[in-house]
């Protein structure tokens, strides 16, 4: 099974700030990574495809970037409906496998 | 935009079986996607079950492959998740999605249903 591994697990930040999450995968997975958003109690949300597609409807302040084990998700000016957990998902083979999710917390 | 709806027992007894819906309106069953079960057991991250496409073909975790069925009723515009010999470790809330027809992402989502298993 191919591991993802995100880092930091948590973190602080203000509204305004810029935020970068890191995803790492075990083994090459080519551009097969999909960024989610989840707020408690709620199903996740689709936020970027194909590490760096933005899905339809979501706002131009998440860009995600990488290629091969290394992929990026980054929230420039964070806003208040920002603050959730994150969690990068490959789809390049089967078992499909999520990272353990990066907190973002108001500072 | 799919919506999709989980239904099934919220507690099911150890040694028991999982058996959860997921009724899918403003779309075809019978379209070109695949439609997935995935499943948070509390405080962890995402682990997908499963998925089946649109014809029947189906793919499984694993880790889950001898406990799990998924199927479709095209009658009904829905699709289920049958797992068998649960125990505590299974206790987590279940969603339903669809996914693309590539099988790349979980583009809608149900809501999600918590499902105990008890001793």
């Known amino acids: 099974d191919t591991q993802m591994t995100q880092s930091p697990s948590s973190l602080s930040a203000s509204v305004g700030d810029r935020v970068t999450i890191t995803c790492r995968a075990s083994q090459s997975i080519s551009s097969h990574l999909n960024w989610y958003q989840q707020k408690p109690g709620k199903a996740p949300k689709l936020l970027i495809y194909?590490?760096?597609t933005l899905q339809s409807g979501v706002p131009s302040r998440f860009s995600g970037s990488g290629y091969g084990t290394d992929f990026t998700l980054t929230i420039t000016s964070l806003q208040p409906e920002d603050f959730a957990t994150y969690y990068c998902q490959h789809s390049y083979d089967t078992p499909r496998t999520f990272g353990q999710g990066t907190k973002v917390e108001i500072k | 935009q799919v919506q999709l709806q989980e239904s099934g027992p919220g507690l099911v007894k150890s040694s028991g079986t999982l058996s959860l819906t997921c009724a899918v309106s403003g779309g075809s069953i019978s379209s070109s996607n695949w439609w997935s079960w995935v499943r948070q057991p509390p405080g962890r991250r995402l682990e997908w079950i499963g998925e089946i496409y649109h014809i029947g073909s189906t793919n499984y975790n694993p880790s889950l492959k001898s406990r799990v069925t998924i199927s479709l009723d095209k009658s009904k515009n829905q699709f289920s998740l049958n797992l068998t010999s649960v125990t505590a470790a299974d206790t987590a809330v279940y969603y339903c999605?669809?996914?693309?027809?590539?099988?790349?992402?979980?583009?809608?989502w149900g809501q999600g249903t918590l499902v105990t298993v008890s001793s």
């Open positions: 999605a669809r996914v693309d027809e590539g099988a790349t992402r979980f583009e809608d």
């Open positions: 194909r590490a760096s």
